[in-house]
């Protein structure tokens, strides 16, 4: 039962164009969500997160939008650098209500971003 | 600060061995977590522990997997015997408190 989805196994685009990845969720009690990018051979490192009080949040090229009566999320890089290729992975936590701290990731979608 | 070391970085054994996987976290944190990597289905938690006490193992697939912390700077999984399905990349993380999660470099095991 995946209760965070990424539907797009992969997404290419044009160095210099928007990338926008795209992030489900099921679960109503999660409230706060990230992003993580992950190059070949290293572990997933944070990217930018957002609260569900919020429904943006931006930090430089890197904007995460938030849907929460659609339970969406998207994940917005502009302009798109060919370092930006990468795995990217979302999740989504409980903060509330005791301590739940475990991550849920969705599986992940691969950006190609082309020169 | 090294950040979260995992180690081996690649381990190649036969099926019916037994493997362990090592982790030392970042001093200070207090959470320690045991990921998985597959294609089929992505990142998936194992088991996390708090203060050196397991927390939730419900994502322990079967009992051929245990973990342990002896101290707030070790962990192992250990998997015996070991099956060609556990083949993936594990990941180790540790966190302080609700902060966000400091990842390893992982653990690529192949079991033939």
């Known amino acids: 039962d995946q209760q965070v989805k990424q539907n797009s196994p992969s997404l290419s685009v044009q160095e210099g164009r928007i990338s926008i990845l795209n992030c489900d969720y099921t679960?109503?009690?999660?409230?706060?969500f990230l992003w993580y990018k992950k190059y070949p051979a290293e572990g997933p490192t944070f990217l930018i997160s957002?609260?569900?009080?919020?429904d943006k949040n931006e930090d430089g090229r890197f904007t995460v939008f938030l849907n929460k009566s659609a339970k969406h999320l998207s994940l917005h890089i502009v302009p798109s650098q060919p370092g930006d290729s990468a795995v990217y992975f979302c999740?989504?936590?409980?903060?509330?209500?005791?301590?739940?701290?475990?991550?849920?990731f969705g599986k992940g979608t691969l950006l190609t971003v082309n020169p | 600060d090294a950040g979260v070391i995992q180690s081996p970085r690649h381990e190649v054994t036969e099926m019916g061995q037994e493997v362990t996987l090592r982790c030392k976290p970042i001093?200070?944190?207090?959470?320690l977590f045991w990921y998985r990597q597959t294609m089929m289905r992505g990142l998936e938690l194992l088991i996390y522990?708090?203060?050196?006490?397991?927390?939730?193992d419900s994502g322990m697939p079967e009992d051929r997997f245990s973990a342990k912390m002896p101290n707030a700077s070790f962990s192992t999984l250990k998997i015996q015997p070991s099956e060609p399905r556990d083949s993936a990349v594990y990941f180790c993380?540790?966190?302080?408190?609700?902060?966000?999660?400091?990842f390893g470099s992982g653990t690529r095991l192949t079991v033939v």
């Open positions: 957002i609260s569900s009080i919020k």
């Open positions: 001093s200070g944190h207090d959470y």
């Open positions: 522990f708090n203060n050196n006490v397991p927390i939730d």
């Open positions: 999740a989504a936590k409980r903060n509330s209500g005791g301590s739940n701290y475990k991550l849920t």
């Open positions: 993380a540790s966190s302080f408190a609700h902060y966000g999660y400091t």
């Open positions: 679960n109503s009690m999660f409230d706060y």
